[in-house]
């Protein structure tokens, strides 16, 4: 599955080439995608790469070869084809299966939406409550949730309109996906480093670069321990 910043690109580079018959530049790409450097470029191109959509040709200038395109951009579907099986209601359920009934949840409070992406202004009220399988509490402590908006943690499995569940905590371990709040009045979920004096805050998304800010900048709010996803 691509990103949408790895569709863009795959799109403009497939246009470009039946267009002109050779691939764009660096920089054209840089371009079309609004991105501000060329390393995020590179970084959408060998993750194409490894996914078999485009292929790099060695000792050649601007040679990429686009090998196969997905299903939104014409490609011929892969992967595996249901089977329809026809038949009735089973009699039974099957042994391993859990009525949804028997489920222990709780209700926890969702504070608004959390950036993955640009941060926005900091969390404050409650819009609404959702449900939270137990299991995902046991660690104890406060929780709460948050509605994710934006796809900078696209990579780590977190998608636009997911609600992630939090445990209020100050302190994260370097590689931790934690709410961080920004100079007090910016929130945004992202990966913690503390390098030195400075913390970083890193995307999922090669789109997106790396934030580092003095640490005093910086508080953590929480660290993810769940995430929600309606279909």
Do not use: C, W
Not at 11 to 21: E, L, P, S, T, Y
Not at 45 to 59: D, K, N, P, Q, S
Not at 90 to 104: C, G, K, L, Q, Y
């Amino acid at each position: 599955m691509l990103t949408r910043k790895q569709l863009d690109l795959l799109a403009f580079i497939n246009k470009r080439m039946q267009k002109d018959g050779v691939p764009p530049s660096f920089d054209e790409m840089k371009e079309a995608l609004d991105l501000r450097s060329k390393s995020g470029i590179h970084r959408l191109i060998t993750a194409l790469e490894e996914r078999g959509f485009i292929r790099r040709l060695a000792h050649r200038a601007r040679a990429i070869e686009v090998v196969k395109l997905p299903e939104t951009l014409g490609g011929e579907a892969t992967g595996f084809t249901p089977q329809v099986i026809n038949s009735g209601k089973p009699d039974s359920r099957p042994p391993a299966a859990t009525p949804i009934e028997a489920i222990h949840a709780m209700e926890l409070p969702v504070m608004g939406r959390i950036a993955a992406g640009v941060p926005i202004e900091a969390i404050s009220e409650v819009s609404h409550n959702v449900a939270v399988p137990g299991q995902m509490l046991r660690g104890g402590g406060e929780h709460y949730a948050l509605e994710v908006k934006g796809d900078s943690m696209i990579e780590a499995g977190i998608n636009d309109g997911d609600v992630v569940v939090i445990r209020e905590t100050r302190t994260a371990t370097n590689g931790d996906i934690v709410v961080a709040l920004v100079e007090d009045n910016e929130a945004t979920l992202k990966r913690f480093f503390h390098r030195g004096d400075v913390i970083a805050l890193e995307a999922a998304n090669p789109a997106y670069e790396t934030r580092v800010l003095p640490q005093e900048k910086v508080k953590v709010q929480g660290r993810l321990v769940g995430l929600i996803r309606t279909y």
